[in-house]
């Protein structure tokens, strides 16, 4: 279950990376289209122009999207065709088919045409290319479906195209190629540290890209397309039955490879490209079980000092909450210990949540108001008589006690004879 988790996981991060990859060229294939055709609904423009408009716009995008190898524009009216790509040094070259070039596509060394030629056909036409006539007759951007590349490399591209539309109609085709050698090197960077297998294949079988180092090109039905065994043997455990039905995909399989001594597990996943892309393409991840066994440990380590972390937290505000339930009674054993030194006024205020405890302290506070009425009444008892309402003895002590004389005084005592009968009577 966790090795399913992990590959659903990783496929995922893939089809998100994936998205990224091709909305950048997409959109901007579509703005070079966009402002050319607002440059030319103001005025006309030269082959200079273009070449100038086209360089200028290939360094740039280039400089965020390095896999984009070519910019190019087709034009209709007479099939010339300019366009830049980068060579193996990283430079700018320029392919140009036009009056200046006999009506000849040449692929030149440098930036302009006084450069060498390194590759010339007399018979290309963009207007026929699997780049332009899916813009021209549609009229939307989108993306073309993979295909030869007709220069003298002949690699396999696959190309965000948008109409350039003047006056309502399409004056030309701007294209932007990402070559598949360049998905291959965007898989690696992410399967390298794994150990496994990654690649993209769409519905009719064919090998979009890989994580391995040869040509994408072949069929994927093909036995050892590629140098890597690991990736080799992923094909042949999912090449009997392509496309895979609804049912199977996200479904883990596993295989063994003796040489190796491995035991790997892959899924098939579908990737859910946004419009325009309109084809079927699915993303196959095959990764070791000492992998998978490595990050289940480590997210088992992860568990363990998440669950410490979970209980001392917990034991926290257990302990916090105990403290503040028991508050109530603190105060009430306090106030016990004082009422038995003989502080009747003490009450308790703490507020209390829990009934039982409320009930105690109201009770407490209660019997120590009794008390001290009780006391109050004793007292009075003591200090004066309850008939006359005059100082008994200990009274007029007490009394006597507590003033203060600046002088000498004289105290009086009176009695009256027979007092006893006439309290009797």
């Given at each position: 279950m966790f090795g399913k988790l992990l590959l659903d996981d990783?496929?995922?991060?893939?089809?998100?990376?994936?998205?990224?990859?091709?909305?950048?060229?997409?959109?901007?294939?579509?703005?070079v289209a966009e402002?050319?055709?607002?440059?030319?609904?103001?005025?006309?423009?030269?082959?200079?122009?273009?070449?100038?408009?086209?360089?200028?716009?290939?360094?740039?995008?280039?400089?965020?999207?390095?896999?984009?190898?070519?910019?190019?524009?087709?034009?209709?009216?007479?099939?010339?065709?300019?366009?830049?790509?980068?060579?193996?040094?990283?430079?700018s070259i320029l392919m140009e088919r036009s009056d200046a070039t006999q009506g000849a596509l040449r692929i030149f060394d440098g930036r302009t045409l006084n450069a060498n030629i390194v590759y010339q056909d007399s018979h290309?036409?963009?207007?026929?290319?699997?780049?332009?006539?899916?813009?021209?007759n549609r009229e939307q951007p989108r993306w073309t479906d993979i295909y030869l590349d007709a220069d003298e490399i002949g690699e396999?591209?696959?190309?965000?195209i948008a109409p350039v539309q003047v006056s309502g109609e399409v004056w030309g085709v701007v294209a932007s190629d990402i070559k598949l050698n360049a998905f291959n090197r965007f898989l690696s960077e992410r399967q390298q540290k794994l150990g496994g297998a990654l690649f993209i294949v769409d519905d009719e079988g064919r090998m979009i890209a890989h994580s391995g180092n040869s040509s994408p090109s072949n069929i994927l039905h093909f036995p050892n397309i590629t140098n890597n065994s690991v990736l080799n043997a992923t094909i042949n455990e999912i090449?009997?039955?392509?496309?895979?039905?609804?049912?199977?995909?996200g479904k883990s399989f596993?295989?063994?490879?003796?040489?190796?001594?491995?035991?790997?597990?892959?899924?098939?996943?579908?990737?859910?490209?946004?419009?325009?892309?309109?084809?079927?393409?699915?993303v196959v991840a095959a990764l070791p079980d000492q992998l998978l066994l490595e990050s289940l440990l480590s997210q088992q380590e992860i568990s363990i000092y998440l669950v410490i972390a979970i209980s001392v937290i917990g034991l926290v505000i257990v302990y916090l909450i105990i403290r503040q339930l028991t508050r109530p009674l603190r105060d009430t054993a306090e106030a016990a210990a004082k009422l038995a030194s003989g502080n009747l006024t003490y009450r308790i205020n703490t507020p209390a949540n829990l009934r039982e405890i409320a009930i105690l302290k109201d009770a407490f506070n209660n019997m120590s108001g009794k008390m001290q009425e009780s006391f109050n009444r004793l007292r009075q008892q003591v200090r004066q008589d309850n008939l006359t309402q005059l100082?008994?003895?200990?009274?007029?002590?007490?009394?006597?006690?507590?003033?203060?004389?600046?002088?000498?005084?004289?105290?009086?005592?009176?009695?009256?004879?027979?007092f006893r009968d006439i309290n009797d009577s």
């Open positions: 990783y496929s995922q991060g893939i089809e998100l990376d994936l998205r990224q990859y091709l909305q950048h060229p997409f959109n901007a294939n579509v703005f402002r050319l055709a607002a440059r030319l609904q103001a005025a006309p423009i030269n082959n200079k122009g273009l070449r100038d408009y086209l360089l200028s716009s290939h360094t740039s995008l280039y400089q965020a999207m390095p896999y984009m190898q070519v910019l190019s524009i087709g034009i209709d009216a007479n099939g010339d065709y300019f366009g830049y790509r980068k060579n193996q040094a990283g430079q290309y036409d963009p207007r026929v290319r699997p780049w332009y006539i899916p813009a021209f396999v591209s696959l190309s965000a090449s009997a039955d392509w496309p895979p039905e609804p049912e199977k995909l596993h295989f063994d490879i003796h040489e190796k001594q491995g035991h790997f597990y892959g899924t098939v996943k579908k990737i859910a490209l946004p419009p325009p892309f309109q084809h079927q393409w699915y100082y008994t003895r200990e009274g007029l002590i007490e009394q006597a006690a507590g003033l203060r004389y600046r002088s000498p005084n004289t105290l009086a005592i009176l009695g009256v004879n027979g």
